[in-house]
């Protein structure tokens, strides 16, 4: 546990002494606001659900900024030597990793609550509604780093590293468009299961839905585990 | 504490390392030579737990490295070929790191950290990111880090790469002091710093171990080919035949000496008795004129290069 522990805080600090974290999330931040404002202002409608659609679209192409270097910037900076040298196991390197990674995703987060101040002053909006769309934000954005961290540790090259995770996380999301040209049930509902987009959608119109939160967990489960035998076959 | 029992190592077809077998005790510095990719810092890794042996076991204190690498890891200190350094964190800040990961009990964290920053002359950049050191600060916290916790077994490949002489110094110190109870082994291929250091030296080329012994032993085992060198003006043939009538030389190479045309460059392997050199001065001196005579030391470094030598013949005649 002091092992994971170790891993995490100087995950965290590498975030906050680079330019990365502060990037990923002034953007995430601009354009949420952004998206906040238009939505709000301009279509006059006083609920945050087409915003957090965009949100979701922001986070997809966010999340391969913040995860590239996780194991890239190891293997290129010759220090996953000492990672797999020091007394760690391959499980608490990629969880210390991936609890650093989501800590910059739960603080991007709770930063774009600043734009329910004058939603919940001027507004009525349901505050159980977008609590749930909250939890499937986070949930999905969990999902999205470990996808982000399993193929950082495939290349030790950073930009190949998100240039896989973008769209691996695009057809995540979009997947779920690929109904419409389906003729059997079968794949229609394979490709509305695989959907990030469509699950989003329950939290957004503020169903906690067993099923959804269940999902994400799966996925960022699976990736986690790939990553950790990734690393003990690599040895 | 470090064993290695006939370790091979192939990538794909490629055998890099054929049937290594040593071991490294306690309070033993061991020395790893061999020219560049000869092996040495496979070896380093495998016995690092870095990548696995592919037959052959390695055993560091008594734990398996195939199996108990996470036991064993506890027990190691390790500084690669390359410091492996953060870059954007503060020398502090990344001692801390190595230190908690070390379990290094968190009361004596602190006075441990400041410990391997004073065995290593790092007080000046404590408070530096890495990317601003110099290469020789870079090389010494990786020094520094792999002292960390004080382990039982020091694995330093080419510790001294990069350091100007005055650091050099320093770190064989710091290196010497922690080689009189613990295990250390060494790679280099400075010889100076063998002769200077190491109780035993390991000579690796092509990845496979072709001596390992003391330094004195090395130079005792090749003393039995002793050279003697003359540089004579004469008949190649009469010269040839009183030096060979002579006791205690076992042979004679003669060549025209090539900057000066009519002297004679003679090579007599001769063995270790005493005065042989001076039979065959008077030999030479009586008929011929002589205008040098020297009796070549077998230093460290005709040792290894006559090793390596040897093993570089040996193994372009397997590949034809």
Known sequence: MNGLLAVYQKELSMYFRSPIAYFVIAVFLLGTGYFFVYNIFLTGIGTMDQTFQNMGILLVTLVPILTMRLFSGEYSGRTMELLSTLPLQPWQIVLGKYFGAATILVIMTLATCINLIPLFLYGNPEATTILAGYIGFLLMGLACVAIGQFFSSLTQNQIVAALITVPVLLAFWFVGHLQGFQGSAAMRSLFGYLSFAMHFGDFIRGLLRSEAMVFYLVVSAVALTLNTSYLQWRR | ?320
């Open chain 2, 1 to 320: 504490m470090i064993a290695l029992e006939s370790v091979s190592k192939r990538y794909g077809s490629k055998t890099i390392i054929h049937d290594i077998s040593f071991s490294v005790e306690k309070g033993e510095i061991v020395g790893f030579l061999g020219p560049n990719g000869a092996g040495k810092t496979t070896t380093m890794r495998m016995i690092a737990g870095f990548t696995t042996a592919t037959s052959g076991r390695v055993t560091v204190a008594g734990y398996d490295m195939a199996s108990q690498n996470g036991e064993a890891a506890k027990k190691l200190g390790y500084l690669p070929e390359h410091p492996p350094l953060y870059d954007v964190l503060e020398v502090s800040s990344y001692l801390r790191f190595v230190a908690k990961v070390k379990r290094v009990p968190r009361a004596g964290m602190q006075r441990e950290i400041e410990r391997v920053i004073q065995a290593c002359r790092l007080e000046a950049v404590v408070h530096k990111e890495i990317y601003k050191l110099s290469k020789g600060y870079r090389q010494r916290v990786g020094l520094a880090q792999a002292l960390l916790g004080d382990p039982e077994v020091l694995l330093l490949d080419e510790p001294t790469a990069g350091l100007d002489p005055g650091q050099i110094q320093e770190t064989r110190e710091v290196i010497r002091s922690f080689g009189e109870n613990h295990a250390v082994l060494l790679s280099t291929h400075i010889l100076p710093e063998v002769t200077l250091i190491c109780r035993r030296v390991a000579i690796i080329n092509h990845g496979r171990l072709l001596a390992i012994d003391s330094p004195n032993g090395l130079q005792q085992a090749s003393e039995k080919t002793n050279q003697v060198s003359l540089l004579v003006s004469g008949p190649a043939d009469a010269i040839r035949d009183a030096i060979r009538s002579i006791d205690g030389v076992n042979s004679v190479q003669i060549r025209p000496n090539g900057t000066r045309g009519e002297l004679l460059s003679v090579d007599c392997q001769v063995d270790v008795r005493d005065g042989v050199e001076a039979a065959i001065a008077r030999a030479v001196a009586a008929r011929w004129s002589l205008h040098r005579l020297e009796r070549q030391q077998p230093t460290l470094e005709n040792i290894f290069l006559r090793y390596v030598g040897d093993s570089g013949s040996n193994s372009t005649g397997e590949n034809e």
